[in-house]
């Protein structure tokens, strides 16, 4: 056996006889079998008869001897275990297979306090996080000051890069990047092919701008990455920016994307006086093209 998949499987073994210890009979519904019982974890037995599997195939899986396993059967063992989501997956990717896509937490919900204060911090440049299907979740004033997001768009990065007439006036990379932007988001779908959410807003697209529908049939795909934009700001002038997409693997339904300003030229300096009371003066005017 290639000595990865042994390293693997002895993996594997450890992890299940580890969550087994940890889960008491009690836990599992089970009578705790009073002085038998040598260890305060089920048994390799229970756990069997609890999954639905038999007694030598767990006995077997938790060997880390080289059998077939099915997703279903992963997950009856991991419901037995009360593995949480990001051991579920550990459990599947120890066991050869693809591991299922990532849930939240209902623990890690409360990161978004975090994340605001993140993306406020980022001042005075441009950033915004997004769910999954790119629905902005939230964004910082320079945000709306310099790429013009605001509350009366529709709120999804996709659609609004193809309608928002405010952008478009300002994105001087508008052609350059338009390939770049469909490509990733048929990438996103990809992680979830079967998930309607992207397949409402790929046609809410497909609707609304020609431009989309004509580069989402070269099915194209690219991974999420960073993007160079240069923006014309009706204020400050010019402004040239690198785009990063970020993923906290704790909060896999968000995707952070922060601009910095591409060196060699002067838009920090302009996005730090355009976050100024001067600057903020100077921009007290309705949003246009």
């Known amino acids: 056996m290639p000595d990865g998949k042994a390293q693997r499987l002895r993996e594997l073994r450890e992890f299940l006889r580890a969550r087994r210890a940890r889960v008491t009979p009690a ?50 063992v991991a419901r ?23 849930r ?21 440049y441009p ?5 999954v299907y790119w629905n902005c979740v939230m964004y910082n004033e320079a945000a709306g000051a ?45 992680e979830a092919p079967e998930d309607e959410g992207f397949r409402e807003v790929v046609s809410e697209a497909l609707e609304v701008s020609p431009e989309f529908a004509e580069l989402w049939e070269r099915h194209e795909v690219r991974p999420g990455g960073q993007i160079e934009k240069e923006l014309e700001h009706p204020v400050v002038g010019a402004l040239y920016f690198e785009a990063t997409q970020l993923r906290v693997p704790v909060r896999p339904d968000l995707t952070i994307v922060l601009h910095t300003p591409q060196p060699g030229t002067d ?14 003066r100077g921009a007290m005017y309705p949003v246009a093209g």
């Open 127 to 131: 950033a915004h996080i997004m769910d």
């Open 80 to 102: 037995v275990l009360r593995l949480s989501d990001a051991e579920r997956r550990h459990l599947y990717v120890l066991a050869g297979l693809n591991p299922p896509v990532a």
């Open 267 to 280: 838009t920090a300096a302009r996005t730090q006086w355009l976050a100024s009371p001067e600057g903020r």
């Open 27 to 76: 836990q599992a519904g089970l009578p705790d079998g009073g002085a038998r019982r040598r260890t305060p974890g089920l048994r390799r037995e229970e756990v069997a008869v609890l999954a639905g599997v038999g007694a030598s195939w767990y006995q077997w899986l938790e060997q880390g001897r080289d059998i077939s396993v099915s997703p279903q059967v992963l997950d009856s």
């Open 104 to 124: 939240v937490e209902a623990e890690d919900l409360r990161m978004c306090d975090g994340l605001r204060r993140l993306i406020d911090a980022w001042m005075p």
């Open 146 to 190: 310099v790429l013009g997001m605001r509350p009366e768009i529709r709120q999804n990065c996709l659609i609004d890069f193809f309608t928002d007439s405010v952008y478009r006036a300002r994105s001087r990379s508008w052609q350059e990047n338009a390939r770049e932007v469909v490509a990733q988001y048929r990438a996103a779908w990809s």
